[in-house]
């Protein structure tokens, strides 16, 4: 159920730390709540295909704690990257106001698609997170775990975009070799892979695979490129990547499609 919120929430920001902090987690999602405490903004948002779970401080900008929802992505975004400097944000039950200078806009807030599944995600993330990235559910393994810096893939995700949405999309994880592998085929077209090393891999001697469609690419354009990522999957598994720098974490699961 979307918060709505009988007193003020209220948050200032840059526009550009605006823009980063809602376009963090790829384009099927089109909705998103942000839960506003005394010093830190943080999210869960859920799709069929994935979910991205995030959380990052602010030492100044927060004015009034509670839920920002934005049901308007399309026309928030506009407005943001028409704006300049500071941009305050603020919600009062069913609509959220954002102010930059001379301009303001309203609009209103409707039901959250991204937050219903929210709840389900969030206590399957903590209990994997407490079985330390070994098991999913009730019995999906998650017997594979790595380390890389994920750049170079992050940055061809617009060349494979660019491919046949029918393809087949696979991941493949070799901890003996220290290798991920980004796969991208069709049979009698183009094909597309892209490869990276890993570090502190855990798995034995054998390749685990898991399938996907095409919202793997979107999916994985939430993450960010020049960071070590941790990495946790087994064999046609969801995959769960988790990132962090300074004063932010991020965990994206990307759901398979066995």
């Known amino acids: 159920m979307t918060a709505l919120c009988d007193n003020m929430t209220k948050v200032t920001l840059d526009s550009k730390e605006w823009v980063a902090l809602l376009s963090s987690f790829g384009t099927k999602i089109e909705d998103i709540e942000l839960t506003v405490s005394a010093n830190k903004i943080s999210y869960l948002v859920s799709h069929s295909t994935h979910a991205v779970r995030f959380n990052k401080t602010y030492s ?3 004015e009034s704690t509670g839920f920002l929802v934005f049901t308007d992505l399309k026309n928030t975004k506009a407005f943001l990257n028409k704006s300049k400097g500071d941009v305050t944000i603020s919600q009062m039950r069913n609509r959220i106001v954002l102010q930059n200078g001379k301009k303001s806009m309203t609009l209103p807030v409707h039901s959250c698609n991204s937050s219903q599944l929210s709840q389900t995600i969030s206590k399957l993330l903590i209990d994997c997170e407490e079985k330390d990235w070994a098991l999913f559910g009730k019995k999906t393994v998650l017997d594979n775990h790595a380390d890389a810096n994920l750049s170079e893939l992050v940055d061809s995700l617009s060349v494979a975009k660019g491919l046949n949405k029918d393809s087949d999309y696979t ?12 796969q991208v085929r069709k049979t009698g077209g183009v094909s597309f892979s892209c490869y990276v090393n890993t570090e502190n891999s855990d798995g034995g001697n054998s390749t685990v695979s898991s399938s996907f469609g095409s919202w793997l690419l979107d999916a994985l354009s939430s993450l960010k490129g020049n960071h070590t990522s941790r990495i946790h999957l087994g064999d046609s598994t969801p995959i769960i990547i988790e990132q962090n720098g300074d004063g932010w974490d991020t965990t ?3 759901i398979d499609q066995e």
């Open 171 to 182: 991941m493949k994880f070799n901890a003996e070799e220290n290798e991920l592998l980004l």
């Open 60 to 62: 100044t900008g927060i």
């Open 252 to 254: 994206l699961l990307i």
